[in-house]
Structures are given as structure tokens and as C-alpha cells.
């Protein structure tokens, strides 16, 4: 059973510091790793995908990379904004199109 | 930009009670999804469906739960006989659909439907 686990759980950080979060993942057989943004109470936004054949991906001043072999991603986010304050879930894609959802980092950007 | 929009943003029922969810997908999307989190919990996933049929399912989803496209462009979710564990948040979300068999394509999250059972 895959399982999906995501580190810090949550972070802190001054306006305008580089972070990095991390998502691991038991099961290498994936198709795709997908990043969403979650605001308290609401739904999730998408921010990346990458394919299981990529190594990354990048939007703006997000980055995530894929390691399938070792079962690992990271979303690395530039020059934080408290904007940029919410919960970031990765989800693995499997199955027939069913995402296993990790546990979430709770960010909090502080001006 | 195309959104996926759910009704409503929250539904209080009584335990027994029957309850439907209403989504409705992107417009040119073919795979549609059902997810729940459980407050303070992961969200997970409940069911996928295409070609008018269910795709694949999870153990969550049991005879209690049904799927409908009842038209060309709603998508409902519904819950017989609804329990106190049932209370969750409800999210519906859509997909393109790949173009290689197995492989997925982002999927678009609606709000979310807050329900409260009682």
C-alpha cells in the first residue's frame, strides 16, 4: 500500500528566505507526482506536476524535483512571500488516475 | 479560467438521512473524481469515473455511496444513509484525460462541500 509522508510537517520562516519541503513515497511505481496549495477551509489549488519521466518542473518561483527511484520529491520555493502561507500537500498519481495525498507542511510566512 | 464549482459549500444533515453532493466538472474534462477529508486528516480518495461508469473505487466507498453524471455537465455524489463518521469535507475534481493509457493529467480540485452529520 503506498503511503505518502511529507517533512516538516511545519515551518516557519521570515519573508524572503529560500525553503525547501519534502515528499516521500514507499511505492515507486507512479505515474505522476502532483504539488497543490490548500488555504484553511478551502479547496486545493494545483501548482505542479511532473511526470514520472521528469525530473522536474518549475512555475514561477516554485521548483519540484522527482527522484522515483528513491521514492522522493521536493517543492522548493524562492524568496517566500506571506502570500505564500498555506499548507502544501503532495499526491502521488496511481491506479487509474486515483492520488495518494501525503500529510501535509503547514507554512506560515511571517512578514 | 475554467473552475470546477461545488454545491452546496455546506450541507448539516441528520444521522439516516440521505444527502447529495453536486459537482460540476470542467466542460471538456472526461474523468471525474470524489475525494474526502476528515478534519485534521489526509485527503482521500473515494472514486474515480469515466465513460459513465466507476473506474476505480476505495474501500471507503461502499454500498452507502453512488456516482452520478446525470446530465452533460453535473456530477453528484450520493450518500443513503449518512453516519457521524461521514462528516468531511467533500472535494470533486476533474481531469483532461491522458493522452498515453495509465497516464494521469492534473487533476482540478472544486471548494469543497463542508458536510455536517449530526
Known amino acids: 500500500k503506498q503511503e505518502v509522508t511529507q517533512i516538516p510537517a511545519a515551518l516557519s520562516v521570515p519573508e524572503g528566505e529560500n525553503l525547501v519541503l519534502n515528499c516521500s513515497f514507499t511505492?515507486?511505481?507512479?505515474?505522476?507526482l502532483q504539488w497543490f496549495r490548500q488555504d484553511p477551509g478551502k479547496g486545493l489549488t494545483s501548482l505542479l506536476l511532473?511526470?514520472?519521466?521528469?525530473r522536474e518542473q518549475t512555475s514561477g518561483r516554485l521548483n519540484a524535483s522527482l527522484d522515483k527511484s528513491s521514492g522522493r520529491s521536493t517543492l522548493y520555493i524562492a524568496a517566500s512571500q506571506p502570500g505564500d502561507s498555506a499548507t502544501y500537500l503532495c499526491?502521488?498519481?496511481?491506479?487509474?488516475?486515483?492520488?495518494?495525498f501525503g500529510t501535509g507542511t503547514r507554512l506560515l510566512v511571517s512578514p | 479560467e475554467p473552475e470546477v464549482t461545488q454545491t452546496p459549500s455546506h450541507q448539516v444533515t441528520q444521522m439516516g438521512q440521505e444527502v447529495i453532493l453536486r459537482c460540476v466538472p470542467i466542460?471538456?474534462?472526461?474523468?471525474f473524481y470524489w475525494y474526502r477529508q476528515i478534519l485534521g486528516q489526509k485527503v482521500e480518495f473515494l472514486v474515480s469515473?469515466?465513460?459513465?461508469?466507476?473506474?476505480?473505487k476505495s474501500e471507503i466507498f461502499d454500498d452507502q455511496f453512488s456516482v452520478e453524471r446525470p446530465d452533460g455537465s453535473n456530477f453528484t455524489l450520493k450518500i443513503r444513509s449518512t453516519k457521524l463518521e461521514d462528516s468531511a469535507m467533500y472535494f470533486c475534481?476533474?481531469?483532461?484525460?491522458?493522452?498515453?493509457?495509465?497516464?494521469?493529467?492534473?487533476?482540478?480540485f472544486g471548494p469543497g462541500t463542508r458536510l455536517t452529520v449530526l
Open positions: 499526491a502521488v498519481g496511481r491506479g487509474f488516475q486515483k492520488l495518494v
Open positions: 511532473i511526470q514520472s519521466s521528469q
Open positions: 469515473f469515466y465513460n459513465n461508469e466507476i473506474s476505480e
Open positions: 475534481a476533474s481531469s483532461a484525460g491522458g493522452s498515453r493509457a495509465g497516464h494521469t493529467d492534473t487533476q482540478y
Open positions: 511505492d515507486s511505481a507512479i505515474y505522476n
Open positions: 466542460s471538456n474534462h472526461l474523468y
